[in-house]
């Protein structure tokens, strides 16, 4: 988020890891095609508003440049977005051929919400142990009862800003708190599904 539109960090990225990686960017609603089609080349698979944070394009540009990104690349929206505001844009969110939320949400106030997300369709990245604000093991459980392929695990590295950066038994976590089949899917394959790198 702090590279706000600033593609450099990214592409270069993408380039040293190879087909096997892709990247989610910030980008402005008045970018152009090409530049789309340029970072779709690259391995870009996902636009991200930062709701949270700002830096990147305002929510009053969500649906219409969703679905422009959509129809270009099959691009998915990513949310950065405190779970107390989803109840608001669900109707919004409901309505977009794919989306996900990061970091379970941020808050507990608004589980619910979440999980009616989930279950409508939404994923949810179980990333950011760090920043949320309550213990994530049933938050987990239930986000996964409400729908299996919705839950994909991340390790926030470099967690710029967080209160606690990854550790490596937010992986057990997920390991301890699901069947095998379960963490499978969580830890890589509904990822492979929404992101389809190119393996």
């Keep these: 988020s702090f590279q706000k539109q600033d593609q450099s960090y990214l592409l270069d990225a993408l380039e040293k890891l190879g087909k096997r990686f892709v990247g989610v960017t910030q980008l402005l609603h008045t970018c152009s095609d090409e530049d789309v089609a340029l970072l779709n080349e690259a391995g870009v698979r996902a636009v991200r508003f930062n709701l949270k944070r700002g830096g990147s394009e305002g929510i009053k ?13 099959e691009w998915h929206v990513e949310l ?10 669900s109707p919004t969110l409901l ?16 589980i619910k919400s979440l999980l009616k ?7 949810i990245k179980a990333t950011g142990f760090g ?8 938050v987990i459980q239930d986000l ?12 926030d590295l470099p967690s710029t800003r967080a209160p606690r950066a ?15 089949e379960a963490a499978e899917r969580v830890l890589w394959k509904n990822a492979l599904t929404l992101y389809k790198p190119a393996i």
């Excluded at 997300?117 to 994923?123: L, R």
């Design 61 to 73: 540009q969500l649906k219409n440049f969703a679905l422009r990104l959509h129809d270009l690349a």
């Design 80 to 89: 950065y977005v405190d779970s107390t505001e989803l109840e608001g844009l």
């Design 95 to 110: 309505s977009l051929p794919k989306v996900s939320i990061d970091h379970l949400g941020l808050s507990k106030v608004g």
């Design 117 to 123: 997300c989930a279950e409508k369709g939404v994923y």
């Design 131 to 138: 920043r949320i604000d309550f213990k994530p093991a049933s």
């Design 144 to 155: 996964y009862k409400a729908n299996p392929h919705c839950l994909m695990f991340g390790t």
């Design 166 to 180: 990854f550790q490596h038994n937010d992986i057990q976590l997920i390991v301890d708190n699901l069947d095998a």
